[in-house]
């Protein structure tokens, strides 16, 4: 008997998008048939780039990396209820370490006693564990080199973001975050 396709949604901020986000994505596309990256357009504290500009971001990674099946939109609202709008099967999140666990256990708790939906997580490769987008805009905004831990339109991106500011107006922007 043919299985039913799997849809997954992978929701988050990707403000900007990481490597450490795409080792996930890369090894969830062998698990699903179908994965969307749902950038979450709610308003967060010291955004940096607007939800079409990450979306934008994305779409050219998975145009220039081919990514089959995977696709990119932005949701305003509750994961769960875009979750059932999209159809989607489950919810994918990534982790880092066991820090992440905590609130990542809440959240796919809360997820499945409203929604009963199910959250799958992928653990990222050792070298994306201390990455995250909080730490790549404070880097970026200090001129630090970051080609290691993000894709090349992401650091071009983060270039022009930040070389009309001066450090100080960069880092104060950027800094002072919370969460991803
Ligand atoms: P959110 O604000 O929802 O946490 P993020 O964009 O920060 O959004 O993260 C989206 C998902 O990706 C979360 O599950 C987060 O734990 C995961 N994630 C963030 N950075 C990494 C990384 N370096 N490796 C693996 N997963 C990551």
Redesign the pocket.
């Known amino acids: 008997m043919r299985r039913k396709p799997v849809r997954a949604i992978?929701?988050?901020?990707?403000?900007p998008?990481?490597?450490?986000?795409l080792?996930?994505i890369s090894r969830a596309i062998k698990l699903f048939d179908e994965l969307v990256i749902a950038v979450?357009r709610s308003p967060?504290k010291n955004q940096l780039f607007t939800p079409e500009e990450r979306v934008q971001m994305i779409e050219e990674i998975i145009r220039q990396r081919r990514m089959k099946g995977v696709s990119v939109e932005s949701f305003d609202g509750l994961t769960v209820e875009y979750a059932a709008k999209k159809k989607a099967d489950v919810i994918l999140?990534?982790?880092?370490s066991l820090t992440?666990v905590q609130y990542?256990f809440q959240l796919a708790m809360t997820n499945r006693a409203v929604a009963g939906i199910e959250t799958v997580f992928?653990?990222?490769s050792e070298q994306?564990?201390?990455?995250?987008?909080?730490l790549i805009r404070e880097v970026a905004s200090l001129g630090g080199n970051l080609s290691n831990l993000i894709p090349e339109n992401v650091y071009e991106r983060l270039q022009q973001r930040f070389k009309k500011r001066t450090p100080s107006e960069g880092s104060r922007k950027a800094g002072s975050q919370t969460?991803?």
């Open positions: 992978f929701p988050g901020s990707f403000d998008i990481t490597n450490g986000h080792d996930v979450g967060v999140r990534g982790l880092r992440d990542e992928i653990m990222t994306y564990g201390f990455t995250s987008s909080t969460g991803g």
